[in-house]
């Protein structure tokens, strides 16, 4: 076609079939009350309306009745404006399936005079579709991230927590080797761990970082301090460079600043077989109110091959595809120290040759504090010989056995008066009749969780509902979190925690301290021993085999307990239905005991959990059956 023929095509408005009646895109031209004045031939394509069929039809007929509403006053508003985009909605197609559209529309008053719309309309259901799915793997990545997080750092709590405090107390070299070997591989679960951890938080956007005084001349040495055994093992020369210029005050993370520093030291470590590792930290720039710091490691380990310098920072990516089968790892401990440099302004390089070693360099900018920030924090560490947690009463809910051992021990050695519980339940019947200075609630336990734990507490008469409760949570999501603050929870401490972790937890972040009044608990009272069972009947049907006749009482007095539990759990959140399961489960257990007095008792409960208005006694009731159950069971296991 020659330019003169294109002109005239043009003039004439030729290409409105090609760009509009035939286009990809529906056009929908309608009047201010959604009559239909005009369709394009794409409607069939899309929604499978034939060419002019919907002309003359009104186009709020084919939106999704739930969002009628919705789109009716969004069609209001563009009716005002020259000019409206992006407004989505569902319509009606011929299979009387609804389509994600979106439009953007020209309002033809502005244009004409004319009271219409020209609607140029888009399908978006694929782009819906995929941000639907897109927030499914979310939360399936985010609760597979909780549930291996609660699996993974529950063993490792016990693990790496016992080894600590025996460690303490053996003399032997031998053993003290054992346990630092525990120990180390403990640690190392522990990184993999929270690596998967922080780089999903740090995907998310949701990482925090605070602003605390502190002291690199204070930081530096002790983590240093903490590789010295390893490259012992190895022979190898660990030493590090302070700037006598860094010793002052500065304002950041120094935790975040310890986790980019192991990351670095510990590869170092892994990756030096022989020589000498330096860490250096240095004053690259000082300003009136900021340093930049610079840090170095510098290692004479195997070194990165120069096609791999570029990559060695992306996830899951390590020098070599052997290195994780021959030094193990997730691959992440690079791209989390680059990520949280970069999120504090800072920047990251390497320098390398292979087999001569490398050069991991940092530079972050901290503020410049005042000294007396860093005495504000330091008053608050331990410095006289008695202990803050000496004489403070703690509630510990914890069901794992070792946890439970660990985290005694820890409070014994403070010196604190410590009560356990293995499920909310116990714990609850515990705060009832003793007053604590906190409460450490795990968080996943059988019969009453830690979240309706603590929603229970919270409505328990005050002073005792304003108890500070900390979770002890394996889960370390942001979601977790927010679900135990949400619950009525004061904070939460991950699993694994260290003494120091609790220390800083309950001393300087709650600043929790002992009541000064001295609180006498009651010695727990047993019930007048009830002799309310039979064994006759048990005796009759059983054709007085005394093993069949012990088999079926240990099991009423190993299986009753639980189900005891679980339906007082339930009463105290209103589970009502339940809870009349529960009992009418356990219904003829007693029965079979010959126990006429409890059976009539629990046919009444069951019959009372199943009315639409409960007595307010019902609850108190519930407590007390079982209270008399278990005492029943102390008599029969006693027989």
């Not at 009387?96 to 020209?118: D, M, T, V, W």
């Not at 499914?136 to 909780?146: M, N, P, T």
Request: net charge neutral; with cysteine.
């Amino acid at each position: 076609m020659s330019m003169k023929n294109l002109e005239q095509y043009v003039k004439k408005g030729s290409f409105y079939k090609s760009v509009v009646d035939d286009g990809s895109d529906i056009i929908f031209i309608v009047d201010f009350d959604g009559k239909i004045l005009y369709h394009n031939n794409a409607v069939r394509k899309t929604l499978g309306y034939r060419a002019k069929s919907l002309i003359g039809k009104n186009f709020m007929g084919f939106v999704l009745p739930e969002s009628y509403a919705d789109f009716l006053a969004n069609f209001k508003k563009i009716q005002r404006r020259a000019y409206s985009q992006k407004i989505e909605f569902q319509f009606l197609c011929k299979d009387r399936s609804y389509r994600f559209l979106e439009f953007n529309a020209i309002n033809l008053k502005h244009q004409e005079n004319l009271p219409g719309l020209i609607l140029d309309c888009r399908d978006i259901t694929q782009r819906k579709l995929d941000a639907e799915e897109l927030i499914r793997l979310q939360k399936s990545k985010e609760q597979f991230l909780a549930n291996i997080s609660h699996e993974i750092r529950t063993p490792i709590n016990g693990i790496a927590g016992l080894a600590h405090l025996l460690h303490q107390n053996l003399q032997s070299e031998d053993m003290s080797s054992y346990l630092r070997a525990i120990q180390h591989s403990a640690d190392n679960l522990k990184v993999i761990i929270n690596d998967i951890l922080d780089l999903s938080a740090i995907e998310s956007g949701k990482l925090k970082f605070e602003q605390i005084a502190f002291n690199l001349h204070d930081l530096l040495p002790p983590l240093i301090n903490t590789f010295s055994y390893q490259a012992k093992e190895k022979n190898l020369k660990l030493s590090y460079e302070l700037d006598p210029k860094l010793n002052s005050i500065l304002l950041g993370d120094p935790v975040r600043l310890n986790q980019i520093l192991i990351n670095l030291i510990g590869n170092s470590v892994k990756f030096t077989n022989a020589g000498s590792i330096t860490v250096r930290c240095m004053a690259d720039l000082m300003q009136r109110k900021l340093c930049w710091v610079r840090i170095e490691v510098i290692d004479t380990g195997v070194g990165i091959h120069p096609e791999k310098l570029t990559t060695i920072f992306e996830s899951f990516s390590q020098a070599d595809a052997s290195v994780t089968r021959r030094y193990g790892g997730t691959g992440l401990g690079l791209t989390i120290v680059r990520q949280l440099v970069e999120l504090q302004n800072g920047k990251i390089s390497v320098e390398s040759r292979e087999h001569q070693g490398s050069t991991f360099r940092v530079i972050i900018p901290y503020a410049i504090g005042k000294a007396n920030a860093l005495k504000a924090m330091a008053s608050n560490t331990l410095k006289d010989t008695e202990h803050p947690g000496k004489n403070m009463r703690v509630l510990l809910v914890e069901d794992n056995d070792i946890n439970r051992l660990y985290a005694k021990s820890i409070l014994k050695n403070w010196q604190s008066e410590t009560e356990t519980a293995e499920n909310g339940l116990v714990a609850i019947e515990k705060l009832k009749s003793a007053n604590f200075d906190v409460v450490l609630m795990d968080v996943q336990m059988p019969v009453m969780d830690g979240y309706e734990t603590t929603k229970a507490i919270r409505q328990m008469d005050l002073p005792k509902s304003a108890t500070p409760i900390i979770a002890l949570t394996a889960n370390a999501t942001k979601i977790d979190v927010d679900k135990c603050l949400a619950a009525g929870m004061n904070d939460f401490l991950p699993k694994p925690f260290t003494p120091d972790d609790l220390y800083r937890k309950l001393f300087i972040d709650l600043k929790i301290s002992p009541s000064k009044e001295i609180v006498k608990r009651p010695s727990p009272k047993r019930s007048a021993q009830l002799k309310e069972y039979d064994l006759n009947y048990l005796r009759s049907v059983s054709g007085n085999n005394p093993e069949f006749m012990e088999e079926m009482v240990q099991t009423f007095v190993s299986s009753i307990p639980p189900i005891l539990d679980e339906m007082a759990a339930n009463a105290m959140i209103d589970n009502w239905e339940k809870v009349g399961n529960l009992a009418h489960q356990i219904k003829p257990s007693f029965i079979l005991m010959g126990a006429s007095a409890l059976k009539e008792r629990i046919i009444e409960i069951e019959n009372l959990s199943k009315e639409e208005k409960h007595p307010l006694t019902l609850k108190e009731t519930i407590n007390q059956f079982r209270s008399d159950c278990l005492n029943v069971i102390y008599s029969l296991s006693s027989e």
